[in-house]
């Protein structure tokens, strides 16, 4: 079940109703209703043996709830308490209950991935790279675990157009962008759980001087919302001891493509790179072996 905008007390509001069905369901629909940043990262069979019911009663319940499975339901409730996970709370993503399933965090990802295929077509994947393209200076920016993403996404971004520029706290254009930026610099931004304070003040700053915004977040309900002038929202899995980011890796190999193609000099820009790599022995080659040039890096 996948509802386009799901808060917490809508939940709840499942549950208690599912908890109406039996005996049973009651006691589930307690512990839950209560217990919502625990279940979130819980098995069903640890779950079950919380509360002392079978793995089948935590089935039909998330069921009655509308959901396909306990693994829907859990990935529902995740995406809605993430934020207030905290570091230790996902040691139990390490233990014996988890790793016998080692299969939920790439089950996540396939899903995400799949789900890229409609996002792909949104409008704002296009603003995005109108954007990009446009931009005479680019200010990538992240904090945390999200700027991870950032150093993917200079390296190919540089390779189709001139001026990409990396903002993450601590280096220098993190504290003079916001006060020197030039009017024709556009800014992206990647901001996943837990939602960097840093990040969102900073984008506050950028947003008063004016400057054009995109965000790459994971939900409606994102804090930089109403900051960005456009905003796409990618799922992460969480069924790690750390969050995952295939699906916002592969939409920013999407959105490089869809770039390229605005670009009429294209061509004669990778075929220069192409030439300087050569000329300048970029990458090893045996010489027992033939070279090919099929793949750029």
């Known amino acids: 079940m996948k509802d386009s ?15 109406e069905a039996s005996g049973t369901h009651k006691e589930i629909a307690k512990y839950v209703m209560h217990h919502l940043r625990e279940v979130s ?21 998330c069921a009655t709830m509308g959901f396909s499975g306990y693994a829907d339901f859990v990935h529902t409730v995740q995406d809605l308490v993430r934020e207030e996970w905290r570091a230790p709370d996902r040691l139990t993503y390490v233990s014996s209950d988890h790793t016998a399933h080692a299969d939920t965090l790439v089950s996540q990802e396939i899903e995400n991935l799949e789900r890229l295929q409609q996002l792909a077509r949104d ?3 296009d603003r995005v790279a109108d954007l990009i393209h446009r931009a005479g200076r680019l200010v990538l920016t992240g904090s945390r675990a999200s700027a991870t993403l950032i150093p993917y996404a200079a390296y190919f971004l540089s390779k189709i157009r001139d001026h990409v520029i990396i903002a993450t706290p601590g280096t220098t254009q993190w504290d003079t962008i916001p006060v020197t930026a030039e009017p024709d610099t556009a800014v992206l931004a990647w901001v996943f759980p ?8 900073w984008l506050h700053a950028i947003r008063r001087r004016g400057l054009p915004i995109a965000v790459f977040t994971d939900r409606l309900s994102s804090p930089v919302l109403d900051i960005a002038d456009v905003t796409v929202v990618v799922p992460v899995a969480s069924a790690s001891l750390f969050d995952s980011y295939a699906a916002p890796m592969v939409l920013m190999n999407l959105l490089v493509r869809r770039v390229a193609r605005q670009s009429p000099q ?24 033939s070279v090919s040039h099929d793949t750029p890096d």
């Open 266 to 289: 294209i061509a004669m820009r990778l075929h220069a790179l192409e030439t300087w790599d050569q000329t300048h022995h970029t990458y090893f080659h045996s010489a027992s072996r």
């Open 194 to 201: 837990r939602y960097p304070t840093a990040t969102v003040e």
């Open 123 to 125: 409008p704002a994947i």
């Open 41 to 61: 990262l819980m098995s069903a069979s640890r779950l079950a043996a919380t509360i002392q019911v079978s793995q089948a009663s935590i089935s039909r319940f």
């Open 5 to 19: 905008v799901l808060t917490v007390e809508m939940l709840q509001e499942r549950v208690a109703a599912a908890g």
